[in-house]
């Protein structure tokens, strides 16, 4: 009887993620999502957990904002001399009243703000990183088969 079990339990998730599966990235068009002050943010926070839960590596492009859904994909750029970067949003911040993003090192090295620190940028929101189903449903699997192993 717990074989019968486990097995539709497996096969549930299965319908459910595979129903689910959607391709990584949606595209949007471009929306404005504000104009302001960037910081960035890197050698004290790399390896530490982001809000999101992931860990935070300052040689990705990816950038914290108070508001915005993880996931969110956003241009930057940089309005002192028009240099733009794509980010993911990971994290929570920035926590100074004026900034309205803060960029991992590497974002802000390629809109070259590392010397000044900071910069006026604009933001557009061009689409959404979405959850990647299949490996969830993998993950899932692999726990429900080593289990039944036991």
Not at 107 to 128: H, L
């Amino acid at each position: 009887m717990y074989n019968i079990q486990k097995f539709a339990l497996s096969f549930l998730f299965m319908a459910i993620f595979v129903s689910c599966k959607e391709s990584n990235t949606k595209t949007l068009p471009s929306i404005s999502a504000g104009n302001g002050m960037a910081s960035w943010y890197g050698p004290g926070f790399h390896g530490k957990f982001t809000a999101n839960g992931e860990k935070f590596n300052m040689n990705k492009f990816t950038a914290a904002h108070r508001e915005l859904k993880f996931g969110t994909l956003l241009k930057v750029t940089n309005l002192g001399n028009k240099f733009s970067v794509i980010v993911r949003v990971n994290d929570r911040g920035p926590f100074k009243h004026n900034r309205i993003i803060d960029l991992s090192k590497k974002a802000a090295k390629e809109i070259d703000m590392i010397k000044s620190g900071i910069a006026d940028v604009k933001i557009e929101i061009i689409g959404y990183k979405v959850v990647n189903f299949e490996s969830l449903y993998n993950h899932f699997r692999n726990l429900l088969i080593t289990n039944s192993e036991q």
